[in-house]
């Protein structure tokens, strides 16, 4: 095999690494902005309790963490 091809390869391999760590950390991101901004409707808007189960469960999750 040759070296170029070998190194070619690391390389994509390192870039989509690279990707997947990114994408990795902006859900990991994105995800806690949703709880807290969902965390922040559910204490101001107390009538949206029982709507939707997993908004309650999230709710009362990140208030059990806190």
Same mark, same amino acid.
């Given at each position: =095999?040759? #070296?170029? !091809? %070998?190194?070619?390869?690391?390389?994509?391999? /390192?870039? &989509?690494? +690279?990707?997947?760590?990114? &994408?990795?950390?902006?859900?990991?991101? +994105? +995800?806690?902005?949703? /709880? /807290?901004?969902? !965390? *922040? +409707? =559910?204490? !101001?808007?107390?009538?949206?309790? *029982?709507?939707?189960?997993?908004?309650?469960?999230? #709710?009362?999750?990140?208030?059990? %963490?806190?």
């Amino acid at each position: =095999m040759n #070296d170029d !091809t %070998t190194d070619s390869r690391s390389g994509d391999a /390192q870039e &989509i690494d +690279l990707q997947l760590e990114r &994408i990795s950390r902006q859900r990991a991101s +994105l +995800l806690a902005r949703h /709880q /807290q901004k969902l !965390t *922040g +409707l =559910m204490g !101001t808007r107390e009538d949206l309790r *029982g709507v939707h189960a997993m908004a309650d469960f999230v #709710d009362d999750a990140v208030r059990w %963490t806190a």
